[in-house]
C-alpha cells in the first residue's frame, strides 16, 4: 500500500473555527491533492500541489488554503469553518505527469456544527 | 456542474445478474480510470484505460474507452456480494483527475 497518512481521521468543529488537516506521504511523490467527497457529487478537487510551494486551486476551492512546506506534507485549512463543509475529506498522491493512478488516504471525516 | 457524470447513480441486483455503469462527458481526456471504494476507505485503482477504443478485461470486470476519449463504461458479469461498493471513473486530464459522481452498486445474495 502507498504510504498516505491522513490526520485526524475525525473531527468535530464549530462554525466559525479554524480547522487544518494533514496529509503525510512517505512516497516522494511530486503530486498531492485534496478532495471531498459528498453524496451525489463523487470526489471534487479542492486543491492540489505539483511540488514543494507549488499549489493550484480546484474546481471547489471557495474557504478553502493549502500549503506544501515539504515533500511530504500537505495541510488542508478551513480558515473559519462553515456548515456547508462537512464532509469528507480525502488527499490522494501521484510520482510524475506521466503516472496515471492516484493512490488515496482513507479519509478525514469532517463534521461542522 | 461536474465534468463526468455516471449512471445510474445507485444499482441493486441479484447475484448472478449482469450490470453496466456509464460515465460520460464532453470533454476528452488522456486517460480514464475506474475505481473502487469500501465505506471508511478511500478509493482503489481497478484499471486505466488509455487509447480510444481500448477494452480491458479483469476478471468479470469488462472496462471500455469510448473512441473519441470522451466515455467509458464498466461491465460486470455475474455479479457476486463481493463486488458491492461505490464505482467511480475519474478522468486525466494535465495535472488533474476529474471524478465522475459515483455509482453505489449493492449485490443481494
Known amino acids: 500500500d502507498a504510504g498516505i497518512t491522513q490526520s485526524p481521521r475525525h473531527k468535530v468543529t464549530e462554525t466559525g473555527t479554524p480547522v487544518t488537516l494533514r496529509c503525510h506521504q512517505t512516497e516522494n511523490h511530486r503530486y498531492m491533492y485534496w478532495y471531498r467527497q459528498d453524496p451525489g457529487h463523487g470526489l471534487r478537487l479542492i486543491h492540489y500541489s505539483y511540488g514543494v510551494k507549488d499549489t493550484d486551486k480546484g474546481e471547489v476551492s471557495d474557504g478553502y488554503s493549502v500549503s506544501r512546506s515539504k515533500t511530504e506534507d500537505f495541510l488542508l485549512t478551513l480558515e473559519s469553518a462553515t456548515s456547508s463543509q462537512t464532509s469528507v475529506y480525502f488527499c490522494?498522491?501521484?510520482?510524475?505527469?506521466?503516472?496515471?493512478?492516484?493512490?488515496f488516504g482513507q479519509g478525514t471525516r469532517l463534521t461542522v456544527v | 456542474t461536474q465534468l463526468l457524470e455516471q449512471s445510474p447513480q445507485f444499482l441493486s441486483i441479484q447475484e448472478g445478474e449482469n450490470l453496466t455503469v456509464y460515465c460520460n462527458s464532453s470533454?476528452?481526456?488522456?486517460?480514464l480510470q475506474w475505481y473502487r471504494q469500501e465505506p471508511g476507505e478511500g478509493p482503489v485503482l481497478l484499471v486505466t484505460?488509455?487509447?480510444?477504443?481500448e477494452v480491458k478485461k479483469l476478471k468479470r470486470l469488462t472496462f471500455q474507452f469510448g473512441d473519441a476519449r470522451k466515455d467509458s463504461s464498466l461491465h460486470i458479469t455475474a455479479a457476486q456480494p463481493g463486488d458491492t461498493g461505490l464505482y467511480l471513473c475519474?478522468?486525466?486530464?494535465?495535472?488533474?483527475?476529474?471524478f465522475g459522481t459515483g455509482t453505489s452498486l449493492t449485490v443481494i445474495p
Open positions: 475519474a478522468g486525466v486530464i494535465g495535472n488533474q483527475f476529474y
Open positions: 484505460v488509455v487509447t480510444g477504443g
Open positions: 470533454s476528452v481526456f488522456s486517460s
Open positions: 490522494a498522491i501521484r510520482g510524475t505527469w506521466r503516472d496515471t493512478e492516484a493512490f
